[in-house]
């Protein structure tokens, strides 16, 4: 695990993966790619900050993560059991957004993820033509400012781009005079 400066541990892109597989079982090598990508974008959005520190580039295919495109190369399909991740390095929040995640892109194939990316300004604008270390990282504040457009756009473009339901936790409004009387029989 890393801590970015100041802020707070961040698990890695393995165990993100590896979560994902033990959630979905099989899957190919570009869905998984692709799951992984969506989770990055969503959480950078949502949560105002990036779900693991690896940087994620701009393939022939679509978006990938280097250190887990390794863990998986050669494998037409990826089960839990090929990556050395950890699940358990995610936290309730984060398994609440990669489930979110899953539930909305995990119904596409891999040739469908391709495409929905290939599709988007993030991975168009980053491609340089290159696949493996030489290509382009994909910049996470222009991941991130496309995607919260997609989640301000209408009902159409959010269920083509397969915008995610995330869960809004409920809070309570009170006044100042409500809160010191409930302060005061606590």
Request: proline share 5%; charged share 25%; glycine share 6%.
């Amino acid at each position: 695990m890393s801590v970015e400066e100041g802020g707070p541990i961040m698990c890695r892109a393995i165990d993100v993966a590896s979560y994902i597989l033990n959630e979905r079982g099989r899957l190919s090598g570009y869905q998984l790619q692709k799951l992984l990508y969506y989770c990055q974008a969503w959480c950078l959005v949502t949560q105002d900050r990036p779900l693991f520190p690896e940087v994620i580039r701009a393939w022939e295919h679509g978006p990938v993560v280097y250190e887990v495109a390794r863990a998986h190369r050669g494998r037409r399909s990826v089960v839990a059991r090929d990556i050395e991740g950890n699940p358990l390095a995610l936290s309730a929040e984060d398994q609440v957004l990669v489930d979110a995640v899953l539930e909305s892109y995990s119904v596409l194939s891999g040739d469908e993820l391709e495409a929905l990316s290939h599709s988007e300004r993030p991975w168009r604008e980053s491609y340089n033509g290159q696949t493996g270390i030489a290509s382009n990282a994909i910049p996470n504040e222009l991941i991130k400012s496309y995607y919260s457009d997609l989640m301000c756009g209408d009902s159409h473009t959010a269920e083509s781009h397969h915008v995610p339901r995330f869960p809004v936790s409920p809070k309570i409004v009170v006044s100042d005079d409500d809160f010191s009387w409930l302060e005061s029989i606590l």
